[in-house]
């Protein structure tokens, strides 16, 4: 566009003509790539545009169109999809969500199989993905068709959609003639945040997480949006079949995975709740590590006989039950934020909150990362949380996955104090009386005064167990200075983290420091 007049230059007449001029390319150019599955212009070229769009809009708002492209998402579905009728209905799990729930759960199936309390019941522990279900039919080796689950009777059908997805077979050598997969279509964090990254520069709205991005992907009426789109499908069960896939879950799974199909690789036998159970903790432990959002762990009797006569309740099969993690996500209120001097120097903002209880772990500090963080940039200068930034008095959800620091992962603009000011950065270290400087280039905030790292780090800490901060009792000025020096204190999260990293062994040098005794 090096021939289009700057913006800086145009006058209101030609501001109203080019703007006319782009509502109609860019209209016809998101018809051509929605309606017609095909592009009429690159993506670039696009981006430009709607730039450009945007950028006369801000010098000239009152002639900002009614149908303006900066307020469009993408284009209008053609039409909807086509229903399918699911010849066995596509159930839901009914759901424990402590450790008696599991027991309770087990010791039912026994009763109602007329089996000894004490003995062993074999049962299988995989996932639950986080994603959406989707039911694949094969007949004679060949894909025939695929559905999503609607309301369980009636899903609709994805079938292009679905033949876009590397992870599902087109076709099947040795599988029944009729044979109807089931599983979960899903995105790795990392396809979802390069995801995000691609929507905003294309000006569309960021998916709000992986299962909304993979819906969003599989539900799509042209096949090629969903093509390029990065998702992934475990299977884990079946419906409709011409001869049964195996005697058991388990072998029924392994059967799915020599047929080709990807299946979960912490799927397990159990004998005993307490199996299950240990399982589950070690699935949670394993959860942020994982790369892909799973919700609980499904349990279901391995012995398809035995499931079959123990049948089903209304939505829900008897022979299974889902042990759902606790939440991890909660909203609170950003008391404060406070600078932390790092031992290199690094000047980290971190958030003071409201304590709030979030997947059963009290959490009253989360990582703000850096001025740009707050202000709602990542690294690479793209938008992070839709743009929002982070206002001491906001309304912040908490997101929070196994020991994973805590992060503030949205703002509620909504309930946004009238008064509330952007996070000034360079004016909070004034306050603070801290020298600071950012090189250009880099994120980071960094320590530039004369006083010893040491002793500011130390002030620092001073004021965050203060009575104004966060008023920790028995943790006062003098304990700060003996853990700093003893490098037990270091940081704020160490404040938070010190009963877990501390060993007898320690503890007992705690009781020998002055002025500490055995209860302190
Ligand atoms: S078994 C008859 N296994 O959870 C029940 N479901 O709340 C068949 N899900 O609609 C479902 N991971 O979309 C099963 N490993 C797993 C699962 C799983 C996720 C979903 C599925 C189902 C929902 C039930």
Redesign the pocket.
């Known amino acids: 566009m090096a021939q289009d007049p700057p913006v800086s230059d145009m006058s209101e007449d030609q501001a109203r003509s080019e703007l006319q001029r782009l509502a109609l390319a860019l209209a016809q150019a998101n018809r051509a790539y929605h309606h017609d599955d095909s592009p009429s212009i690159d993506d670039a070229t696009f981006d430009r545009l709607k730039l450009r769009n945007a950028q006369i809009e801000q010098r000239f708002p009152h002639l900002k169109r009614k149908d303006s492209p900066s307020d469009q998402i993408g284009a209008k579905p053609k039409e909807g999809f086509c229903k399918i009728r699911h010849r066995q209905p ?4 009914s759901n424990a969500f402590e450790a008696k729930d599991v027991e309770d759960f087990v010791a039912r199936l026994k009763k109602f199989l007329n089996l000894k309390p004490q003995s062993d019941m074999r049962m299988t522990a ?8 989707l039911a694949v039919r094969y007949e004679k080796g060949q894909l025939v068709h695929a559905a999503t ?1 609607g309301d369980g009777e009636t899903g609709e059908d994805v079938t292009a959609n679905a033949l876009t997805i590397a992870d599902i077979p087109k076709t099947l050598s040795g599988a029944p003639d009729i044979l109807e997969v ?1 599983g ?1 279509v899903y995105m790795t964090h990392a396809d979802f945040a390069a995801l995000n990254v691609a929507q905003e520069q294309a000006g569309q709205k960021p998916f709000s997480n992986p299962r909304n991005a993979a819906a969003g992907s599989l539900r799509q009426l042209d096949a090629q949006v969903t093509k390029a789109r990065p998702l992934l499908f ?1 299977a ?2 079946w419906g409709d079949l011409s001869e049964p896939l195996a005697h058991s879950q388990s072998e029924a799974v392994a059967r799915l995975q020599a047929l080709g199909f990807s299946t ?1 690789p912490l799927f397990i036998t159990c004998d005993t709740s307490e199996e299950l159970i240990s399982h589950y903790r070690a699935v949670e432990m394993a959860r942020a590590d994982l790369g892909y959002d799973i919700d609980g762990m ?1 349990y ?1 009797v391995d012995d398809l006989a035995l499931q079959a006569r123990l049948g089903f309740r209304a939505t ?2 008897r022979w ?1 039950i ?1 042990h759902k993690f606790p939440a991890e996500l909660a909203w609170t209120e950003l008391l404060g934020i406070d600078i932390q001097v790092g031992r290199t120097g690094a000047l980290s903002p971190v958030a003071r909150l409201n304590p709030v209880t979030v997947g059963g772990v009290v959490v009253s500090n989360a990582t703000l990362h850096n001025e740009d963080y707050i202000a709602g940039r990542d690294s690479k200068g793209q938008s992070i949380r839709g743009g929002k930034d982070i206002r001491v008095g906001d309304w912040v959800q908490i997101y929070r996955a196994g020991d994973v620091i805590p992060k503030i992962a949205d703002v509620d603009l909504a309930r946004r104090p009238a008064d509330s000011r952007a996070f000034d950065f360079a004016e909070k270290l004034k306050q603070e009386g801290i020298q600071g400087q950012r090189a250009p280039g880099d994120a980071i905030w960094r320590y530039s005064g004369a006083e010893p790292l040491a002793d500011l780090a130390i002030e620092s800490l001073k004021h965050f167990v203060s009575r104004q901060a966060f008023d920790i009792e028995g943790l006062g000025a003098k304990q700060i200075e003996q853990f700093y020096n003893r490098g037990w204190i270091r940081s704020f999260e160490d404040i938070f983290t010190l009963k877990a990293r501390f060993g007898p062994g320690q503890l007992q040098q705690v009781s020998k420091l002055e002025g500490w005794g055995e209860k302190s």
């Open positions: 596509m159930l839901s799990l995989e996932p639950k993905i986080d994603g959406l279900s689950r089931r979960e475990f884990y069960a979960n499904v279901k829900t099969p299974a889902a």
